[in-house]
């Protein structure tokens, strides 16, 4: 069975300053897909980031990057130029079935 | 831009009453999940289906539970007697392909149970 650990409950980041969520996993498969959801204050959950294991490259999206380590089972996300709009729960997922993180709540200074 | 649509947003209901939470994935979707997160916990998978069948389920998703798609475009999950450990926010997702492909999610519904 896949794990998803997320060990920070809570992060708190300045505005316009870059913040770094971890997360790790363990499995036994060789191939599969890592993703970031955010999930705001209206709890609908939306699709931050996607990353294949296959691709070496990290992947990245406007602010948001990952920094995938496949041997370290690591898929860590960095925020850019946080933004009060970043406030939220963040949540990192294994595969196709969407195996959960506990979640990390990010919270945003102005 | 296509969405999951879910109804009712809120529904309460009393211990043992049968609930039906309803789905209506993207159009073009072939795979349907239903998804729970207790409150302040993290979210669990329930089931996934294609091709009108469970192809997934964890242990969560045991007897009290079913899912159907009884037309072309709801998808439903059945909760046949509700306990008080069901309260939960339930969230649909569909998606194009099972693998790698983005899971939309709708807006969820919050069950309680009293």
């Known amino acids: 069975a896949q794990t998803v650990t997320q060990s920070q409950p809570e992060m708190s980041v300045q505005e316009a300053e870059t913040v770094t969520l971890s997360c790790t996993y363990d499995?036994?498969?060789?191939?599969?897909?890592l993703f970031w959801y955010k999930q705001p204050p209206s709890r609908q959950m939306i699709l931050v980031i996607r990353?294949?294991?296959?691709?070496?490259q990290n992947a990245t999206e406007n602010r948001f990057s990952v920094n995938f380590q496949k041997a370290a089972k690591s898929f860590s996300l960095k925020i850019s130029d946080s933004q009060l709009g970043d406030a939220a729960m963040y949540f990192c997922?294994?595969?196709?079935?969407?195996?959960f993180g506990g979640g990390t709540r990010l919270m945003v200074k102005p | 831009e296509p969405e999951v649509t879910q109804t009712p947003s809120h529904q309460v209901t009393q211990m043992g009453q049968e609930v039906i939470l309803r789905c209506v994935p993207i159009?073009?979707?072939?795979?349907f999940y239903w998804y729970r997160q207790i409150l302040g916990q993290k979210v669990e998978f329930l089931v996934s289906?294609?091709?009108?069948?469970?192809?997934?389920k964890s242990e969560i998703f045991d007897d009290q539970f079913s899912v159907e798609r009884p037309d072309g475009s709801n998808f439903t999950l059945k909760i046949r007697s509700t306990k008080l450990e069901d309260s939960a926010m339930y969230f649909c997702?569909?998606?194009?392909?099972?693998?790698?492909?983005?899971?939309?999610f709708g807006p969820g519904t919050r069950l309680t149970v009293t």
């Open positions: 289906f294609y091709n009108n069948e469970i192809s997934e």
């Open positions: 499995t036994s498969e060789s191939d599969y897909y």
């Open positions: 159009s073009n979707h072939l795979y």
């Open positions: 997702a569909s998606s194009e392909s099972i693998l790698g492909y983005e899971q939309y």
């Open positions: 997922a294994y595969r196709s079935m969407l195996t």
């Open positions: 990353q294949e294991a296959y691709k070496q």
